[in-house]
């Protein structure tokens, strides 16, 4: 059996597996085609350490490092803000980085800037915006907003969370004709007078997560634009509170906590 040592941390409920694979580790004990299968084994919840996802930190040449994120189903994405919050709290722990500067991901380099235990996260401005069109899901006609923040979202403005089956809808919407072939993840937003509440459906997890940062700045996103609310904006998830900054740039700030290290054995 090899090991494989890993740290698993939290963002607002969303938890991780980090793997320091600098210095090739995960690819020394598997092939490059296998790690989806590597990610979905030690990600299972019942079989292995179990997470929402699996962050690896990878060597960048321009960069202090490099963040890779895969979800629990063995699908690599382009961006996860909770993960890239717990990602700095965990690259400052090696002393690989101090509390301001910038790191490489799928998406294009991220900064942030942490204190106290709490991690801002700065990413470009989203991208392939659509506001306010028609979705027609399960016979109901719903109004929809789409746009990219390193990943696809759709955000849909709720007046109460009762008459919403969260699983079974945003399921349909992920895998709605409108948004294929890469689906979306589904946000489900709430408006109450100083904050927003956003409950996600995710895309390579499919099913609802305490917290997904991306979705939380698509929303905040799409209600400064629609005038609903004003910059910046606190959002509250089913795991906890962050609050989203909407300027020439997109900020996220939020916790970042270490729950235990471990040893995974292949």
Known sequence: MRPIFFTKMEGT?????????????????????????????IADRKLGAGSDGVIFLEESKDFPFSM?????????????LNGARCVVMYSNRLGLIKEKGKFISESGPIGFYSKNGAVSIEVMPPVDLKLNFSLTVKRKKLRANYLKVGVPHCVIFVESYDDIDIKELGNAI?????????????NFVKTADDHLFVRT????????????????????????????????????????????????????????????????YL
């Not at 890779?68 to 996860?80: I, K, P, Q, T, V």
């Open 174 to 186: 992920l895998h709605h004709k409108e948004f294929k072939p890469d689906g979306a993840n589904v």
């Open 201 to 264: 459906y995710e895309r390579g997890i499919e099913g609802e997560t305490l917290s997904c940062g991306t979705g939380i700045l698509a929303a905040a996103y799409i209600a400064t634009k629609l005038c609903i609310t004003e910059s910046p904006v606190t959002c509250k998830t089913n795991g906890g509170e962050l609050v989203a900054t909407i300027k020439d740039k997109l900020y996220l700030e939020g916790p970042a906590h270490f729950i235990c290290d471990g040893v995974y």
């Open 13 to 41: 409920g969303n938890d991780f597996l980090i793997i320091d694979n600098r210095n090739n580790v995960v690819n020394d004990v598997i092939e490059h085609k296998d790690i989806p299968t590597f990610v979905k084994k």
């Open 68 to 80: 890779r994120y895969f979800n629990n189903d063995g699908s690599e994405a382009a961006l996860c």
